[in-house]
């Protein structure tokens, strides 16, 4: 049984436009949603990550929206940067296990 | 957070033979993860290795495939034993250093390639 679900699995957005990914789960024990960013041949880097006790954290472009009622959350990269082209994934955390979304490949067009 | 050496950073292997990954930590960590990537794929944890005691293995992941070795805070080792084709993955090491759930970091990971 799958915990996260992941969408959408690819993404193309112009530069300066805004990334949108969606995950949602279903374990109400989790207690930390991190995004990992991964460049190609890299192991994936934290990106930004909350916890469920609050419903938003910005960093600098990137924002987690959170809606813990309805047991989702989503990854917001504001003015997206070709550099910003790699595969997201979000997770869901409770103690020591790590459950991974399926990573959503992000291609942003000069 | 941890800073992960992870060697070798890729290898074309033989099937029927091993191969041994190695992760340096550059300080003492409680618990040190092992995590497969298939191509295109997300992350499975294969096994968590504690210092000083048997690593714990996911389901479908068995010691006699992935025997890993936990000599000290700072090192780890996973061996993939016997390759096949379907042994081809990325490999990944990560460490959660202290007790807060966002003390995770990754290694920049092993491709293996089994022909």
């Known amino acids: 049984q799958q915990q996260v679900k992941q969408s959408p699995q690819s993404l193309i957005v112009q530069k300066g436009g805004i990334s949108i990914i969606n995950c949602a789960y279903e374990?109400?024990?989790?207690?930390?949603f991190p995004w990992y960013q991964q460049f190609p041949g890299k192991g994936p880097a934290l990106l930004i990550a909350?916890?469920?006790?609050?419903s938003e954290k910005k960093e600098g472009r990137f924002t987690i929206s959170f809606n813990k009622s309805a047991k989702q959350f989503s990854l917001h990269i504001m003015d997206s940067q070709p550099g910003d082209s790699a595969t997201y994934f979000c997770?869901?955390?409770?103690?020591?296990?790590?459950?991974f979304g399926t990573g959503t490949s992000l291609t942003v067009i000069p | 957070s941890a800073v992960i050496s992870q060697k070798p950073s890729r290898d074309i292997c033989q099937r029927g033979t091993s191969l041994t990954i190695q992760c340096q930590v550059d300080?003492?960590?409680?618990?040190m993860f092992w995590y497969r990537q298939q191509p295109g794929q997300s992350l499975t944890l294969i096994a968590t290795?504690?210092?000083?005691?048997?690593?714990?293995?996911e389901s479908g992941f068995v010691i006699d495939k992935f025997p890993i070795s936990r000599p000290n805070l700072t090192f780890s080792t996973l061996t993939v034993s016997n390759m096949s084709p379907e042994d081809s993955s990325i490999y990944l090491c990560?460490?959660?250093?202290?007790?807060?759930?966002?003390?995770?970091?990754f290694g920049s990971g092993t491709r293996l390639t089994v022909v």
């Open positions: 374990n109400t024990a989790f207690d930390y």
């Open positions: 909350i916890r469920p006790d609050v």
């Open positions: 997770a869901a955390v409770t103690g020591n296990q790590f459950y």
């Open positions: 300080s003492q960590v409680t618990m």
């Open positions: 290795a504690n210092q000083g005691s048997e690593a714990t293995y």
């Open positions: 990560s460490v959660k250093k202290g007790v807060l759930n966002y003390g995770y970091t």
